[in-house]
């Protein structure tokens, strides 16, 4: 950690169908911070759900508005930010959200990610002939993103809850000679 950080939030990063909002919930819940949704708060401020930003605007315009929210999310303190699982992909992103957070990211097998996700149907990138394979290419695309976490957590083997007090104890370690 830089002495040019001030790290006063917890930033969730991973693929689609790890966990970040429900163990961005719990450890929201625990610590008395705000939750927030990068997903949840686009929804809000365009009207739109995300596939028919993807489908009407493009891959794009959707990226361009979550790196807008990115740039306001310094003025924040206390707060769990959980993100779309592209988010990271523009580093970018990355380095506005380490100046004030500690960064974890949750880490699934392509097999896990597919057996959480086959189900639903809001994630346009698994709209695809394939899921399983394009979950594969898109990981390994994003492999390096992922692990300039701060904190990289196999959430595979452990519960939501478990995940969550993982994240809860690094994050008083990290800031706990800060206080
Ligand atoms: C995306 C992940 C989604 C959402 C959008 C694109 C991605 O968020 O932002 O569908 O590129 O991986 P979740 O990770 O919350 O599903």
Redesign the pocket.
């Known amino acids: 950690m830089t002495d040019a950080r001030h790290i006063k939030n917890i930033t969730l990063i991973?693929?689609?169908?790890?966990g970040?909002?429900t163990v961005g919930r719990l450890v929201a819940e625990q610590l008395n911070f705000e939750f927030l949704?990068?997903?949840a708060l686009?929804e809000e401020r365009t009207g739109k759900k995300?596939?028919d930003i993807?489908a009407q605007n493009g891959?794009p315009a959707?990226r361009q508005l979550?790196a807008q929210l990115v740039e306001e999310l310094g003025m924040r303190t206390g707060t769990v930010i959980?993100?779309?699982?592209?988010?990271p992909?523009n580093p970018e992103n990355l380095v506005t959200l380490k100046n004030h957070s500690l960064v974890f990211c949750l880490w699934l097998t392509p097999e896990k990610i597919y057996e959480r996700?086959k189900d639903q149907t809001?994630?346009?990138?698994?709209h695809a002939a394939d899921p399983l394979g394009k979950i594969r290419a898109?990981l390994i695309s994003?492999e390096k993103f992922y692990k300039q976490a701060d904190v990289l957590l196999n959430s595979d083997l452990r519960s939501a809850r478990e995940v969550a007090q993982q994240v809860i104890t690094q994050y008083r370690a990290a800031t706990k000679t800060r206080r």
Request: aromatic share 10%; hydrophobic share 40%; glycine share 16%.
């Open positions: 991973g693929f689609m169908g790890t970040k909002t949704d990068t997903d686009i995300i596939a993807f891959e959707f979550e959980s993100t779309g699982g592209g988010l992909t996700v809001h994630r346009p990138l698994l898109l994003r």
